[in-house]
């Protein structure tokens, strides 16, 4: 069984930092040896990829994103980090993380929010 367990959301004035963490609880390999993500809800809108990163370090990211979001992993500590700055007023959403276990399934968390205001 696979946990997710993220943290950090927060409500932030445009312009502003934040990090989130995603905490994953299960036994085994199964965080080191797979992609990891974080993508984001907001209300009316579809979950979009915000970052990704590969068992390996790779990662890739959104176009809205890029420069301002960075997505980092620690396998000691079975957690992924996305660190946010210069946060937009339309970064504000739910934001979510994602473990692909397989090319058609993975486990989900229960987000996190993050409100940015103007």
């Known amino acids: 069984q696979v946990q997710l367990v993220e943290s950090g959301g927060d409500l932030v004035q445009a312009g502003g930092s934040l990090r989130l963490s995603c905490a994953c609880v299960?036994?085994?390999?199964?965080?080191?040896?797979?992609?990891m993500a974080w993508y984001r809800q907001a209300p009316g809108k579809q979950r979009e990829l915000v970052a990704g990163i590969t068992a390996g370090g790779s990662t890739n990211y959104a176009d809205s994103v890029k420069g301002r979001f960075t997505i980092s992993r620690d396998n000691a500590k079975n957690t992924v980090y996305l660190q946010m700055s210069s946060l937009k007023p339309e970064d504000t959403a739910t934001y979510y993380c994602?473990?692909?276990?397989?090319?058609?399934?993975?486990?989900w968390g229960q987000g996190t929010q993050v409100t940015v205001s103007s």
């Open positions: 994602y473990l692909r276990a397989t090319a058609w399934s993975g486990y």
């Open positions: 299960a036994s085994g390999t199964i965080f080191r040896n797979n992609y």
